[in-house]
């Protein structure tokens, strides 16, 4: 089955500093999504790439959907102290029937010393 | 607009058990997915249901687990017999198309 490869497993970043992680997959995907999920909750969604090549924000958040598909990055700017929690990637075929399922990474876990 | 709800939040269960954990999707969402976590992993797919019926359930064990999303009320999600082995989080997530919104998830302890 398909498998993503997240990066890195972990961060210890100082406040104010910029953070990038990232997915691979392979094979290929037509949406990726990036979540984040704090302790004892639910993923919330963050971003959303559904083109080749795209760059989105979401305030502080950058992602990017790789043009082979087959890998995403996300970048937190300026971070804050409630940057922190653990990120996940997820990738999805779409269109249509079982396609719809997401494909998660493992997650990476965001520390952000104040 | 509330959000995606689940109950209950937390569920202990003895072994050999019956667990039944439930999912109210957002509103106008037709499409109910339920996925698996264990401990400092990412979530693993395990079925897809839109009203009443089943798309995908490629990810769900043969064997003592069943879900269902009847025309009216919450997505169930059946665990018969619990073992210890099923102790994890399980989160439900409801769509309207291709983005997934999820729950707050049940945590299932087997004891």
């Known amino acids: 089955g398909q498998q993503l490869n997240q990066s890195p497993q972990s961060m210890f970043i100082q406040e104010g500093e910029d953070v990038s992680m990232n997915c691979t997959s392979s094979?290929?995907?037509?949406?990726w999504l990036w979540y984040k999920q704090d302790p004892g909750e639910g993923p919330v969604l963050l971003i959303a790439?559904?083109?080749?090549?795209e760059l989105t924000s979401n305030g502080r958040l950058t992602a990017q959907f790789g043009i082979t598909r087959k890998d995403s990055f996300l970048n937190i700017s300026a971070s804050i102290p409630s940057d922190v929690g653990i990120y996940f990637c997820?990738?999805?075929?779409?269109?249509?029937?079982?396609?719809?399922?997401?494909?998660f990474g493992k997650g990476t876990l965001l520390t952000v010393n104040p | 607009n509330a959000g995606v709800m689940q109950n209950p939040r937390h569920l202990v269960r003895r072994r050999g058990q019956e667990a039944r954990l439930r999912c109210s999707p957002m509103?106008?969402?037709?499409?109910v997915y339920w996925y698996r976590q264990l401990p400092e992993e990412g979530l693993k797919f395990m079925v897809y249901l839109q009203k009443e019926n089943i798309i995908d359930e490629s990810g769900m064990p043969k064997e003592r687990f069943s879900a269902e999303f009847p025309k009216e009320g919450p997505s169930i999600l059946r665990i018969q017999q619990v073992v210890r082995g099923d102790s994890a989080a399980y989160f439900c997530?409801?769509?309207?198309?291709?983005?997934?919104?999820f729950g707050p998830g049940t945590r299932l302890t087997v004891t």
């Open positions: 997530a409801s769509s309207p198309h291709s983005e997934q919104y």
């Open positions: 509103k106008g969402h037709s499409h």
């Open positions: 790439l559904y083109k080749a090549g």
């Open positions: 094979s290929i995907f037509n949406t």
């Open positions: 997820a990738g999805q075929l779409g269109s249509g029937g079982s396609n719809y399922k997401l494909t």
